[in-house]
């Protein structure tokens, strides 16, 4: 076990470097530390945005670049992001963290057929609602922000649907056994849900050619 701060330059370098030096290679590398900023776009102030995307796609980018150069040389590795139906659905007043997930899935996407041709399998597994912490640790400051006084009804609605939507959530350990399987796999694929709630949400999407079903549908949490 070692401790790492995804965002700290110095300790990535230092922990995957001492993982190759013990062991030879890196097999395995699951992207998993994520964070949750809320708010609409105008009440997001740069630092909030760059916090966000420091942690859910900078840090992973990096990690994942690291990886990539012991994996080539083995000829053999498996890439794991857990992203979040947010990365597939922009979900009011989570635009930063959508925003975050979003980019991360097509760093993903535009990386993968690129490690296929060095025998590295690149997926992301999409969870819904899963029983952490995220909501507790949810960083909330900006939500206050409220120009002309107009956000105020909307962000208690946005509240009402955050609270409703982790009413029955998944249990972690059934959500970290899809991560499990997308990581051993012999029959590896891009793209997992790990739960019904998961895959319907991913899939109105994914088939929603012209957007206006997510959006129609997002817009009505806010009615």
Request: charged letters at 20%.
């Amino acid at each position: 076990m070692r401790e790492l701060d995804v965002t700290d330059r110095d300790a990535r370098l230092r922990c995957l470097d001492e993982v190759v030096a013990e062991f030879g290679t890196i097999d395995i590398l699951v992207n998993n530390a994520g964070i949750s900023v809320a708010g609409s776009l105008e009440q997001l102030d740069d630092a909030a945005l760059r916090t966000q995307f420091e942690v859910n796609f900078l840090g992973v980018a990096a990690l994942t670049r690291q990886a990539l150069g012991p994996m080539r040389r083995a000829g053999s590795g498996r890439i794991v992001t857990v992203t979040s139906n947010g990365g597939v659905i922009g979900e009011p007043f989570l635009d930063a963290y959508c925003a975050s997930k979003f980019a991360v899935e097509g760093l993903m996407q535009s990386l993968a057929p690129v490690a296929a041709q060095f025998g590295i399998a690149v997926s992301v597994v999409e969870p819904a609602a899963v029983q952490t912490n995220i909501v507790q640790n949810t960083d909330m400051r900006c939500l206050s922000t409220d120009p002309d006084g107009q956000y105020g009804p909307l962000t208690e609605k946005f509240l009402r649907f955050v609270a409703e939507g982790f009413g029955t959530p998944q249990s972690p350990e059934d959500a970290a056994a899809v991560v499990v399987e997308a990581a051993t796999s012999d029959t590896p694929r891009f793209r997992w849900q790990t739960s019904e709630a998961a895959a319907a949400s991913v899939g109105l999407s994914l088939r929603d050619m012209d957007g206006s079903t997510v959006v129609s549908a997002m817009s009505d949490i806010l009615r």
